[in-house]
């Protein structure tokens, strides 16, 4: 006897992964900056590693992949289901939306090494106006009066972080570190805010049906295209083979180490 999923069981399953996403996505936009700039404030110098480790993540996706691979496959019958939904213009478009992504990773990682949390988080938050104003280009997104009042007030609260921002200044920081930290956090919040209609955009033009398999596949492309962004980016800047110092200064100390035991004995 074969058992069908009820509507009222679809229903509870699409609640059950909206609740999942969200309480990922807040604990990520949370912990994230918290763990990123204590790794600055414990003296780490590698921006293209942080903003690397930003969408490092990207193979989680795979096993969520195949379980609604297998599901699909269940429903038809084996044979004619396919891995991947995903069009070639749709890959594309995620393609480049990644690339962006990555560069977008970049900003925001030089601005968290630039400025305390609290600074960071509030200029970030602006990215809602950039993404009203996108949106509106991009895919007609209309205004309404709660999206102009948050956008009013955040744009305003930026101002005033710029204007007023000796307060919270980290130690021996200097006012052109401080304000490039600044500016670049509003440039990662503009790139965000062009990314979000970006995607939008990309479901338009996809002419498939959204599901969620397909948005799923777009994320890890995303993913993946940004995270190949910075290691080219962490490439160019040596950082693997800064990365293997410390470990050849404890190969150095062992061996010093060891005359000095051979000596003893």
């Known amino acids: 006897m074969e058992i069908t999923e009820t509507p009222k069981g679809r229903t509870a399953t699409k609640k059950a992964l909206l ?35 930003e969408t490092a993540g990207w193979p989680i996706i795979l096993p969520a992949l195949a379980v609604v691979f297998m599901q699909r496959r269940r429903a038809a019958d084996g044979s004619s289901a396919g891995f991947f939904l995903m069009k070639p213009r749709l890959f594309v478009a995620s393609a480049v939306v990644g690339v962006l992504t990555g560069l977008d990773d970049y900003l925001y990682a030089y601005g968290m090494a630039r400025l305390p949390v609290s600074t960071s ?11 009203a104003g996108f949106a509106f ?24 972080l710029g204007i007023h921002s000796s307060g919270d200044r980290p130690k021996n920081e200097s006012n052109k570190e401080y304000y490039l930290g600044f500016f670049m956090t509003l440039a990662a919040a503009a790139l965000y805010g062009l990314v979000l209609p970006a995607m939008e955009l990309s479901y338009k033009k996809a002419r498939q049906a959204i599901t969620y398999s397909l948005v799923l596949e777009m994320q890890m492309v995303i993913a993946f295209f940004a995270t190949l962004f910075c290691t080219i980016g962490m490439l ?9 110092s410390p470990w050849k200064h404890m190969a150095i100390k062992g061996g010093l180490w060891g005359q000095l035991h051979r000596a003893w004995d």
């Open 121 to 131: 988080s509030l200029i970030i938050a602006t990215h809602l106006a950039f993404t």
């Open 236 to 244: 160019v800047n040596h950082d693997f083979q800064l990365s293997l």
């Open 19 to 53: 609740l999942l996403s969200c309480a990922m996505l807040a604990l990520g936009n949370c912990c994230g900056p918290l763990i990123m700039r204590l790794y600055f404030l414990r003296g780490g110098k590698r921006i293209w590693l942080s903003s690397w480790l």
């Open 137 to 160: 280009f991009l895919v007609r997104q209309r205004f309404t009066s709660y999206s102009i009042n948050a956008v009013v007030l955040l744009t305003i609260g930026a101002a005033v």
